[in-house]
């Protein structure tokens, strides 16, 4: 059976959106691996329960993740925390010039104990070829972890 990547995120604009498809190609470009995508807002604790690694993916909001990835953190937490312990992760932030988003992403990453596979992948505005390539590398990387 396929490992599952579950791509949860939030976007407004388009651009996160644009990141967590690229990401889930990655995912999808390795064999025994399928992506899972979902928007943070539909997201829950059964779907972190029920797949084998996370891409995480949010805009940059005021230096901090977007409201609706936090609910889902908040939401999950205690449901998953001990179930979830060890399993890999990737992160992913679109921004408008400062990406410091990512600290707040990574300190959720590290209370949910999960493990972090390369490094955040900051992308400025719309991604680009070479941010699809670097998101494409990062789910792809996480699915190998997975399996």
């Not at 939030?10 to 064999?31: D, E, L």
């Not at 937490?77 to 921004?95: A, Q, S």
């Not at 988003?101 to 490094?119: H, I, N, T, Y």
Request: net charge positive; aromatic share 8%; charged share 25%.
């Amino acid at each position: 059976m396929a490992k599952r990547v579950l791509v949860v995120y939030h976007s407004q604009g388009g651009n996160t959106r644009a990141a967590a498809k690229a990401v889930a190609a990655g995912v999808r470009s390795v064999r025994g691996a399928r992506p899972v995508l979902k928007r943070a807002a539909s997201a829950g604790s059964k779907d972190l329960v029920r797949c084998d690694a996370y891409c995480f993916g949010t805009p940059d909001y005021f230096s901090y993740m977007a409201g609706q990835l936090k609910a889902l953190f908040d939401r999950i937490f205690y449901p998953t925390v001990e179930k979830i312990n060890g399993r890999p992760c990737g992160l992913f932030v679109t921004h408008g010039g400062g990406g410091k988003a990512s600290r707040s992403l990574e300190d959720m990453r590290r209370s949910f104990k999960l493990k972090q596979v390369g490094k955040t992948v900051l992308v400025k505005g719309h991604p680009n070829a070479a941010a699809r390539r670097a998101l494409k590398k990062l789910g792809a990387a996480v699915a190998k972890a997975a399996l």
